[in-house]
């Protein structure tokens, strides 16, 4: 009897993981030709634009979102973090014509000079490019005359994208720290056919 029964369930189950071995699935890995996402040809385009970090004021554009209990000690502000929703302008100007947001985190990550940890989206807004978006993930010694920053990747006509940023001071007002950035941005990207 108690054999009987076990024969039972033991068939119950091989007919139940046969089920699942035989099931078709497509597989989960292939090589696609590039032109089927409409990557046609790889292009180099260079972006040019001031970013806007407004930490002062009724209206920042830039705020601390956490930091360490000793970061207010620390002659780097070492520990803090800040949330960044920064317009990107033409020009130098704080009027001049919006053409992206930088949007994300930079953090102090540095306890010997002023190193920050840049982990950013820009968006843009304007042209062709509006929608789409690049990625930025690099070091940002913030005193130094040119950072240079790598662009890890992007979205839209950005897909696929990788380059390099190039960040130079404008302008930095030592009361309020609020700051203008010139960058100069260079991405491998595609030409899309869709
Ligand atoms: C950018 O795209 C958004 C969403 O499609 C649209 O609402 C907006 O008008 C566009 N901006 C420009 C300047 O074309
Ligand atoms: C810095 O900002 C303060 C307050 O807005 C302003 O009074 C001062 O003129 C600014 N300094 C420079 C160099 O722009």
Redesign the pocket.
């Known amino acids: 009897m108690a054999s009987s029964i076990f024969f039972l369930l033991f068939t119950v189950f091989q007919l139940l993981s046969s089920t699942i071995v035989t099931a078709e699935h497509p597989p989960f890995h292939r090589t696609i030709p590039p032109a089927s996402l409409g990557l046609h040809r790889e292009k180099l385009t260079q972006l040019h634009f001031y970013f806007h970090d407004i930490v002062s004021g009724p209206r920042p554009t830039a705020v601390r979102v956490a930091q360490a209990p000793m970061t207010d000690k620390s002659p780097t502000l070492f520990g803090g973090v800040m949330m960044a929703d920064d317009p990107l302008t033409i020009g130098p100007e704080s009027e001049s014509k919006l053409i992206g947001k930088a949007q994300g985190i930079y953090a102090s990550a540095s306890q010997n000079d002023l190193g920050l940890m840049m982990v950013m989206n820009f968006e843009f807004?304007?042209?062709k490019y509006?929608?789409s978006t690049i990625s930025l993930l690099g070091r940002n010694a913030a005193f130094s005359a040119v950072r240079e920053m790598p662009i890890v990747g992007g979205s839209g006509l950005f897909r696929f994208a990788r380059g390099y940023a190039l960040a130079k001071t404008y302008s930095f007002n030592a009361t309020t720290l609020d700051a203008v950035v010139e960058y100069n941005v260079y991405v491998f990207h595609y030409s899309s056919m869709k």
Do not use: V
């Open positions: 807004l304007e042209g509006n929608g």
